[in-house]
Nanobody
Framework: QVQLAESGGGLVQAGGSLRLSCAAS?????????IGWFRQAPGKEREFVAS????????HYPSSVRGRFTISRDNANNTVSLQMNNLKPEDTAVYYC?????????????????WGQGTQVTVSS
């Protein structure tokens, strides 16, 4: 089993920045995992935001956040972070960290097996 716990959400003005962290636990190694960040705004479906393999490699972003968001991992501390810059009101959502035991890129939420509890990000205009 993999447990994931997000932190770092909050309230920020448009144009500001936040850094989310996802702490992983429950295994001695996470090397076979792909990590994704998703978000869900009220009344909307869960949306892919970023992805990276636990051991590094290419990162992936949708066009809505590319150039503003950066996903990175700290293997020594078993964390994956999401740096969010130039935030916009439309970025307001609950942000979730997720993991799947397959390294292939997937952007569909149903392809991820493990989920954190989510952290609220609110961007005011």
């Amino acid at each position: 089993q993999v447990q994931l716990a997000e932190s770092g959400g909050g309230l920020v003005q448009a144009g500001g920045s936040l850094r989310l962290s996802c702490a992983a636990s429950g295994r001695t190694t996470f090397s076979n995992l792909r990590i994704g960040w998703f978000r869900q705004a009220p009344g909307k479906e869960r949306e892919f935001v970023a992805s990276i393999m636990w051991n590094g490699g290419m990162t992936h972003y949708p066009s809505s956040v590319r150039g503003r968001f950066t996903i990175s991992r700290d293997n020594a501390n078993n964390t994956v972070s999401l740096q969010m810059n130039n935030l916009k009101p439309e970025d307001t959502a609950v942000y979730y960290c997720a993991a799947r035991g397959d390294l292939r890129l997937q952007v569909a939420a149903e392809q991820y097996n493990y989920w954190g509890q989510g952290t609220q990000v609110t961007v005011s205009s």
